[in-house]
């Protein structure tokens, strides 16, 4: 039997992004995101359930403000007392994960999904995406990128506007476009 165009794109397999199940799971979070991002007057409480209903865990104190923009919600773990600031961007077509305490600046772009090299393969509209994940008491400046594949360890600091092209280990310092890490 074959595998549907979402099964692919959560396994991080080359995938159509126009399959009717991810149509209708970016459907299903665009309704939430019309929702969510007309909380801003409204308390940190409520925005925290609002997570909760579309994210895959959302640790207790956790908060993004809105506007904020994703692709589907359910590969975004937040962790105990994670904060994103305003708009905020993730393309999470594989998983996401912000751990506890992590402070992301207003503007970051967390970016899973990429696209295959290989000319060939672009001119199919195939696309394919690399986890995220960002440690403990990690602080992002504004309007960072975090591209795809990207680990950044425990209490890392990734400074304003910088481009993280590769992983940045625990209590390291990386920043510049490329970003690169001072330890």
């Known amino acids: 039997m074959a595998r549907s165009e979402k099964d692919k794109m959560l396994a991080g397999e080359f995938y159509h992004a126009e399959g009717p199940e991810i149509a209708a799971d970016r459907q299903r979070a665009s309704l939430w995101l019309d929702r969510y991002n007309a909380t801003q007057a409204r308390p940190q409480e409520e925005r925290h359930a609002l997570l909760s209903e579309l994210f895959a865990s ?4 956790a908060d993004i403000r809105p506007p904020f923009h994703c692709d589907y919600g359910y ?18 077509v594989v998983e996401v994960w912000i751990g506890a305490g992590a402070q992301i600046g207003p503007g970051v772009q967390i970016l899973t999904a990429d696209h295959p090299r290989d000319p060939s393969h672009r001119a199919e509209h195939l696309e394919f995406g690399r986890p995220i994940t960002i440690g403990d008491n990690v602080w992002i400046g504004g309007g960072a990128l975090i591209l795809p594949g990207v ?17 940045v280990p625990g209590y390291g310092v990386a920043y510049g476009n490329p970003a690169r890490v001072k330890l």
């Open 58 to 61: 959302v640790g207790k104190g």
């Open 75 to 92: 590969n975004i773990s937040l962790g105990e007392g994670a904060f994103l600031n305003f708009n905020c961007i993730i393309l999470d």
């Open 151 to 167: 680990t950044i360890g425990d209490h890392a600091r990734i400074g304003a506007g910088s481009v993280v092209t590769r992983d």
